[in-house]
């Protein structure tokens, strides 16, 4: 159960949707000052102060009480015994830990963040889905409340800094009749945001209402010395000025973007008072649109998968088995992340193609059949079901037959998603990528171009091959670049931080990998994102301390020895705390090692589940054999070996492109040599 919580408003707590019933006020206090704490702890005697004036006798046990019951409504499938994961308790107190975009406040201003950064064209969107999150005041029940009160006042101002921001970007984009408006309402409330004035009078004059303008402006200065006892500032001043001088500086934009924004608002106009409302047109529209939203960045992606199914269900609602299976397959989206984003979702989109396929006559277009058969393996990715690689097989075969370019990309995506069915098959993605590339590149398929090339740079480097790797990585920034692609950016940044791991720089792939942590906030892709950096920082540390080993170990003394004059460095120090995400199972046994806890360590290494079949397959089976190294289980030795074997020639989870743990045959040479030792594990090298 997903659990999001609102403090845009009245504080709230809902799944799926539904409210959760949070008991009293002072359980919605506890839970509210424990979001503004951002995922620390909070001590429970700050909470006593924090919720009673002069605390009653009890006061701790009452608290604790609130606590248990929060626990109950958040976490209600919870054994009575198993820790809590959403609200923990840690040392002196509690801590709230939800995932990043689990809060609205979080993510209000990672979207304000982000539309800072992208061009005016994606961060008006990006701007209205934040304004959007807002239901009223921040933390409306407790603007008494000292806890709250900063934090309050500094999400207030955000919100006032993101209605300008809208509007700048409205008046960048050619739209000043779409920002008046807002600013009305904006300014009757605010009244001395000098900004906001300068904004309006701006959007009125490139109206052509200079008249209307100049009032506004005289309606600021009146406001201004009223309310302030002030003048205008000089930007004020100067504005007016160059209005009444009829500045040619305050036209409006002329170039593309404007153009295209007003072409965009007038076609979008005409269509939906030309086309009917209930009209199948209209729907198929609707997912082209949905579909080009995927690509254009994290809020446009986020807002993509949103409405993908209200749409599947929409066509279901025709009973036409050949609508569903167009407004499904229309959603050929390139995607080259084989975790899903949102797996229930994937589930339910799954499901509806399998529908579609059932009800579809036997004389079904074969074009939809293949697209459906590409959706099923996209959305399948990481299964050990049979269903996806057979779904992948028989698309790339309708594709072929075709002889449809676009067709046999989107096939070949879904076999690139299936192609993880056990380690080493680094050479047959390497295939599949090629094969993209010179298809995309020969048809102008450029979304499928890109995709090529990341594959290819995964390949090659799984292959240690960072020359070929590196002109991949140079060719993605330049489609992404020239076709305004934001998000294959990620992909990039991450890649020229693993070069530096890989190259032994743990310094700087340490900046590097925070750094491109940063630009994954609000991109709109937490199937890639949740413990992706805390996984990094594990794989660097154990490879830095593999090379220190083997720096200082002479290999002289035997299974289990290192040279005298050389020293452990160590366990690897890791903060399970941070969002893990998938990867805790492989980060909780280093945990408990470096804490002393070897029989803990080895017990979790042996609960570990059998890492998905995806690009950190390798990765984690190599963390699974350090660990076993470290605590001398043979069992989980000859298992990692026999996983491992078929990646003998690789870079141990470079095939990600993020994250690499060295060359696949150190870590087997490591195994073998303590599996000849049976009475003693040898450390890595």
């Not at 061009?119 to 304004?131: G, H, M, S, V």
């Not at 199914?309 to 989206?333: C, K, N, Q």
């Not at 040279?563 to 690897?572: E, K, L």
């Amino acid at each position: 159960m997903r659990v999001a919580f609102g403090v845009l408003g009245p504080t709230v707590a809902e799944s799926d949707g539904r409210a959760l019933a949070l008991k009293g006020p002072r359980h919605r206090a506890v839970l509210a000052r424990l979001v503004v704490a951002r995922r620390r702890v909070v001590p429970v005697t700050h909470l006593v102060g924090d919720l009673w004036t002069d605390p009653p006798p009890g006061a701790v046990g009452a608290v604790q009480t609130f606590v248990a019951a929060l626990r109950r409504v958040l976490e209600p499938d919870r054994p009575s015994r198993a820790p809590a994961r959403l609200l923990v308790t840690d040392g002196p107190g509690y801590a709230l830990r939800p995932e990043p975009d689990a809060v609205d406040a979080w993510c209000f201003e990672t979207a304000v963040g982000a539309a800072a950064r992208l061009p005016a064209t994606q961060a008006l969107p990006r701007l209205e889905e934040a304004l959007a999150l807002w239901r009223g005041p921040a933390y409306a029940e407790f603007e008494e409340e000292d806890w709250a009160r900063g934090e309050r006042s500094r999400l207030a101002e955000l919100r006032l800094q993101a209605v300008e921001q809208r509007a700048r970007t409205q008046l960048d984009l050619g739209l000043a009749a779409e920002a008046v408006p807002d600013l009305d309402v904006h300014l009757a409330a605010h009244p001395w945001r000098e900004d906001a004035w300068r904004l309006l009078a701006l959007a009125l004059y490139r109206q052509d209402r200079q008249g209307d303008a100049l009032g506004v402006l005289r309606r600021a200065r009146a406001v201004l010395a009223d309310q302030l006892g002030v003048d205008p500032g000089p930007r004020l001043r100067r504005l007016e000025a160059d209005i009444l001088a009829q500045d040619p500086g305050l036209d409006p934009p002329a170039g593309p973007t404007a153009t295209a924004a007003r072409l965009w608002t007038r076609t979008a106009a005409a269509y939906d008072r030309t086309v009917a409302a209930g009209a199948r047109a209209r729907l198929e529209t609707t997912v082209s649109l949905i579909r080009n939203l995927a690509v254009t960045g994290g809020g446009g992606l986020a807002a993509a998968r949103q409405h993908r199914m209200e749409a599947i269900a929409a066509a279901e609602e025709f009973s036409e088995p050949d609508l569903t299976a167009r407004v499904i397959g229309a959603y050929d989206v390139p995607a080259i992340w084989t975790r899903s984003d949102d797996p229930e979702l994937a589930r339910r989109i799954v499901e509806a193609a399998e529908r579609a396929l059932t009800a579809s006559p036997g004389d079904a277009h074969e074009a939809a059949r293949c697209r459906l058969l590409a959706t099923i393996a996209l959305e399948t990715r990481g299964s050990r079901a049979p269903r996806g690689p057979q779904a992948a097989r028989e698309a790339v075969e309708i594709a072929r037959r075709l002889d449809d370019p676009a067709l046999l990309a989107f096939a070949l995506n879904g076999a690139f998603m299936q192609s993880f069915t056990r380690a080493g098959l680094a050479p047959r993605r390497d295939e599949i990528g090629a094969e993209l590339v010179e298809l995309a590149a020969r048809h102008d398929l450029v979304t499928y171009e890109v995709l090529g090339h990341l594959i290819r740079l995964q390949a090659r480097g799984a292959l240690a091959d960072f020359a070929a790797a590196d002109r991949h990585a140079a060719a993605v920034d330049r489609l992404a670049e020239r076709h305004e692609l934001p998000l294959a950016g990620v992909f990039t940044q991450w890649y020229r931080a693993l070069r530096l791991a890989a190259s032994g720089q743990p310094a700087g792939a340490e900046t590097a990998y925070r750094d491109a942590a940063a630009r994954l906030d609000g991109a709109g892709m937490p199937g890639l994102e949740r413990g992706l950096l805390p996984l990094a920082l594990l794989c660097l540390r154990v490879q830095h301390r593999r090379r220190t080993w083997s720096d200082t170990d002479s290999g002289d003394t035997g299974p289990g020895g290192s040279d005298p004059g050389g020293s452990d460095p160590g366990p690897v120090e890791i903060d399970l705390g941070a969002d893990w995400g998938p990867y805790r199972p492989w980060a909780t046994p280093f945990a408990l090692l470096a804490s002393g806890r070897r029989a803990e360590a080895r017990a979790a290494l042996r609960a570990l589940p059998e890492p998905p079949r995806d690009l950190m397959y390798e990765a984690c089976c190599c963390l699974e054999a350090v660990v076993a190294l470290e605590v001398g289980d043979r069992d989980v030795l000859e298992r990692a070996r026999t996983r491992l074997l078929p990646a003998a020639g690789e870079l141990a989870g470079a095939g990600s492109g993020l994250i690499t743990l060295g060359p696949v045959e150190d870590h087997l040479a490591d195994i073998t040599t303590a599996l000849r030792a049976p009475t003693s594990p040898v450390p890595p090298r």
